[in-house]
């Protein structure tokens, strides 16, 4: 969902870094073998993934939600030489699509791939992450994050995808809709968690940048 005319939305992605040649051919084959390729982040916020991660500069990121592997390759052009990205996902049928593409790149022996339940993942992760980016099923992002907050370096940062739910979460919420209760409420958490500072960007789908208190 675009938040701008959409003839202003492409003066924006003509005028950003365009996407390096891998994450083009990642994109090509996610949409032409693998299903619902609309979880893929695009190029355009690929580039705002890889700059974050660039200001940031981390040595450890967490990534909660790996799809084929597309944010996680944006995040880790700004890893630090001797760093690690561990990315954690569902499902296991896309191991072998990602590595494919991690091994292609130049931080493929620096991502670390963990399959199965993230809040089952995350508690045995001994180490502390400069940067996490949460883009997984949404009922459980209020979890994710009492699971990481305790685990980010002073000053570190939390991202969180898809906030604003095309627009979902400023209408009236149907009883049945799981999804838009729980980013209703994981937006209110972040804006009133006094361990962290936010601002909520309407960047494609919205995403929230979580500032962690030094």
């Known amino acids: 969902m675009n938040f701008i005319p959409e003839a202003l939305d492409s003066y924006v992605v003509h005028h950003t870094e365009k996407e390096p040649e891998l994450l083009q051919q990642l994109t090509r084959e996610t949409y032409q073998k693998i299903l619902a390729p609309r979880m893929l982040s695009g190029p355009y916020q690929g580039r705002v993934l890889s700059m974050l991660s660039k200001l940031t500069n981390p040595k450890n990121i967490l990534e909660i939600g790996t799809y084929t592997g597309y944010s996680a390759l944006c995040l880790a052009e700004g890893m630090q030489k ?23 790149s130049p931080y493929g022996t620096k ?34 994050f009492d699971l990481v907050i305790n685990k980010m370096n002073p000053g570190g940062i939390i991202l969180s995808d898809n906030v604003l739910w095309s627009g979902k979460v400023i209408e009236e ?15 209110k958490l972040l804006v009133e968690d006094k361990r962290i500072e936010t601002v909520l960007l309407p960047i494609r789908d919205g995403l929230t940048i979580s500032r962690v208190a030094p």
């Open 82 to 104: 001797d760093g690690a990205l561990h990315t954690i996902d569902i499902n296991e049928e896309l191991e072998g699509f990602q590595r494919k593409y991690f091994d292609r």
């Open 173 to 187: 919420v149907a009883k049945d809709d799981i999804d838009t209760k729980a980013l209703v409420a994981y937006n």
């Open 111 to 144: 991502i670390h791939q963990h399959i199965g339940d993230a809040t089952k993942i995350i508690p045995n992760l001994d180490m502390k992450f400069d940067l996490v980016f949460i883009d997984a099923d949404k009922p459980n992002y209020p979890t994710y």
